[in-house]
T-cell receptor
């Protein structure tokens, strides 16, 4: 079965620190890649997505992610975090041309980010 | 467009009770799915549908039923609720499945507690 790994369960940073959250997936074929954010008590919001083209994608709120195909990775970055970035972040992969359920997203277990003011 | 809507927002059930979580989308999306979110587990796929009349099981289907009689609606039924089904449930939809440039849209979720 395909899987998505998020390396950090909980990350604690001070405001203005830089952020990098790791995401690796196990599928060797073509993929759509996503990062979602979930603020406390709220539903999932799409931060950014990668379908094809430039492997460095920019999303909302100053976030970006880099797709490195050779490493099966899609790491999320932000140069300077704010207290308002405190949330849980989920990496998700949609493997294409894989079995009958090609639309299905496979989620990582999430990384909780706590930003200290 | 309202997007993906879910009702109810919160629900408390007793063990053994049955109920239906509602999900609707007004974007004419072919693909719809149900996930459950548990602490430390991420989101796991329960059931999905690639079109009206077509459903299939995801990763954690036991204890749940679905049907898709219309494009717009994809209800999730708990047949006999168990405490292990305490979770937050998310419905999602997308235009189609298995192609590039395909993004899923999520509903606001239903928080279910089974006592």
């Amino acid at each position: 079965a395909q899987s998505v790994s998020q390396h950090n369960h909980h990350v604690i940073l001070s405001e203005a620190a830089s952020l990098e959250l790791g995401c690796n997936y196990s599928y060797g074929g073509t993929v759509n890649l996503f990062w979602y954010v979930q603020y406390p008590g709220q539903h999932l919001q799409l931060l950014l997505k990668y379908f094809s083209g430039d492997p460095l994608v920019k999303g909302i709120k100053g976030f970006e992610a880099e797709f490195i195909k050779s490493k099966f990775s899609f790491n999320l970055r932000k140069p300077s975090v704010q207290w308002s970035d405190t949330a849980e972040y989920f990496c998700a992969v949609n493997p294409l041309n894989y079995g009958g359920s090609q639309g299905n997203l496979i989620f990582g277990k999430g990384t909780k980010l706590s930003v200290k003011p | 467009n309202a997007g993906v809507t879910q009702t109810p927002k919160f629900q408390v059930l007793k063990t053994g009770q049955s109920m239906t979580l509602q999900c609707a989308q007004d974007m004419n999306h072919e693909y719809m799915s149900w996930y459950r979110q548990d602490p430390g587990m991420g989101l796991r796929l329960i059931h999905y549908s690639v079109g009206a009349g077509i459903t299939d099981q995801g990763e954690v289907p036991n204890g749940y039923n679905v049907s898709r009689s219309t494009t717009e609606d994809f209800p999730l039924r708990l047949l006999s609720a168990a405490p292990s089904q305490t979770s937050v449930y998310f419905c999602a939809s997308s235009y189609t499945s298995g192609v590039a440039y395909n993004e899923q849209f999520f509903g606001p979720g239903t928080r279910l507690t089974v006592l």
